[in-house]
């Protein structure tokens, strides 16, 4: 598969816009800055004096057209898509390759939570954003209880499906209201620098999507610890694996794909 992802959640990245500047403690240490100011310096179409301000990749824009077997793809890996530089005519571009290319899911992640869910009201509509973009995952991500409002933005965007990222998980989150969330991420951080995440802060999140009797109430999907332990124990999270997706309704007349994430754990999904 082209642009494979090593993000486990995801199966590609689409990059049309790279490059972002930190706005909140989860961005200290990232890693789109990391490999845009080292590897990528110069090189595919980022800056040499630059690297890691907003650029625009036209070469990239139509890359999800040409990929014909469905698939989940992440939406501007290396930058944020409502970063205060991205102009709303460059979102309206993106949005109407997502809305062509529906036979993929698009998973649009930001710390700009307010922009995002005032861009889809007031550019793209709720009547439209619910039916022609119901392929459209929209996410925001929270470090800590300080920015808990980003989700409160998240829920009232019109979104079929609304995810948040709680990575990198550098407090405790236990103030974040996960009414109206479909699905929840949890990964600790990683690179040289990495603040360490822990138990009893996953162990809330954990809680909070589980119903009284233990049941499964919001898909937990459980990343990884970051740089703090081991390899082989880095993926589990109480002795298990924990990737569960959002349910959709599925349709039968599109193609089913499957994604395998590590050894035997295979998700199957129907696309909407
Ligand atoms: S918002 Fe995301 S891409 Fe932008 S600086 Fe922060 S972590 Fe990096």
Known sequence: MANK??????????????????ISEGCANCYAERVATTRLRGRCGYPEDNPF?????????????????????????MSDLFNENVPDEEISKVFEIMRRADHHIFQVLTKRAERMQQFISNVITKEKMLSQFNHVWCGVSIENNKHKYRADFLRITHAVIKFISFEPLIGPVNEVDLSGINWVIVGGETGGNAR??????????FGRCHDYEGNLKVPFFFKQWGVHKPRNYNKLYRGEYHQHLPAFEPNPERETITKAVDEGCAKTLQML
């Open 196 to 205: 360490q995440m822990q138990e009893h802060w996953v162990d809330d999140v």
């Open 53 to 77: 301000k907003v650029t625009l990749h036209p070469d990239k824009l139509e890359q999800p057209l040409n990929w014909k077997r469905p698939r989940m793809i992440f939406v501007c890996s």
């Open 5 to 22: 992802s090593l993000i486990d959640w995801t199966d590609s990245t689409w990059n049309y816009i790279t490059g972002c500047n930190k």
